[in-house]
C-alpha cells in the first residue's frame, strides 16, 4: 500500500550516540531500538539538537560517538518542501513519485489537497506546503518516516489528519520518528527528551 511502511523488518537503532556541531557537543548517550510500528517523539528546547538527531537518523550527518543502525527506506520531512516551486503541485509531486513510486493523487488525498493539484507551488499557502511534504513523505512509500516539526503552520483539522497519517503509517509496520514542540496525539510513542547531557534516556508514553 502506498505511503505505508513496505518492509515488515523496518529498524532504526541508536546506541550511545553522540552529536557534535559546530564546534560544541549537542547531546550524546542517546540510546533507543524502533521496530515495526514504533514511534518516537524527540523533544527539547530551540538549538538542542532535534533537528540534528533526524539528520543523524537520515545517514545526513555523521556520529561523533555511537553506532546508527538502519533497515528500511528513509523519507526526512522538513521545512524544505523540496518540491519544484514553479510547478504546479500535482507535478511537482509527479517528479518524486516518478522516482519513488506511488501515486500522486492519492498522496494528494490523503493530505486533503486533491482539489490542489492545478495550484503552483510558490502559490500554495504554509500550511498547505507543509501538507505537500506530508503528501511526499506519503508517496514516497518508505519505510521510516523522520518528521521535523510536522505540525507547524497546521491547523486543527490538519493536525488531527497528520496524526491520522502517523497512525497508518504505524499500523502498516512503519516507523515514526517525530521532533516536535507541539503535543502531538502518538499513542504510546516513546519519548526522548533532549535537554541536558544527562537526561537523554527514552521513556515510554
Ligand atoms: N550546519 C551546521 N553547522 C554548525 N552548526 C550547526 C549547523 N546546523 C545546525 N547547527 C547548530 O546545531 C545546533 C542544533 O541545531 P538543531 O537545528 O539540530 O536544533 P533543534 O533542536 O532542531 O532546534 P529548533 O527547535 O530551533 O528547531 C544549533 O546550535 C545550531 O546552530
Do not use: Y
Not at 521545512?79 to 518524486?96: N, V
Amino acid at each position: 500500500m502506498q505511503g505505508s511502511g513496505q518492509s515488515t523488518q523496518a529498524n532504526l537503532v541508536f546506541d550511545g550516540v553522540a552529536c557534535r556541531r559546530g564546534g560544541r557537543t549537542l547531546f550524546a548517550d542517546v540510546s533507543f531500538v524502533l521496530g515495526p510500528g514504533d514511534a518516537l517523539i524527540v523533544s527539547g528546547p530551540n538549538g538542542v539538537g532535534k533537528s540534528s538527531l533526524l539528520r543523524l537518523a537520515a545517514g545526513l550527518l555523521e556520529t561523533t560517538e555511537g553506532r546508527i543502525e538502519r533497515s528500511g527506506a528513509i523519507a526526512l520531512a522538513d521545512e524544505h518542501p523540496a518540491l519544484d516551486l514553479t510547478l504546479p503541485l500535482g507535478r511537482a509531486l509527479g517528479f518524486w513519485v516518478g522516482l519513488d513510486g506511488g501515486d500522486a493523487g492519492v498522496a494528494l488525498s490523503a493530505v486533503g489537497m486533491a482539489h490542489l493539484g492545478e495550484v503552483p507551488v510558490r502559490m500554495l499557502s504554509t500550511g498547505q506546503r507543509r501538507r505537500a511534504t506530508l503528501a511526499r513523505t506519503f508517496a514516497s512509500g518508505a519505510d521510516i518516516w523522520l518528521l521535523d516539526e510536522p505540525g507547524n503552520g497546521l491547523d486543527v483539522a490538519s493536525v488531527t489528519m497528520l496524526e491520522r497519517l502517523i497512525a497508518g503509517h504505524r499500523g502498516c509496520g512503519g516507523i515514526v520518528v517525530v521532533a516536535s514542540h507541539q503535543g502531538l496525539n502518538v499513542p504510546g510513542a516513546k519519548l526522548l527528551h533532549l535537554g541536558s547531557l544527562v537526561s537523554n534516556e527514552v521513556t515510554n508514553a
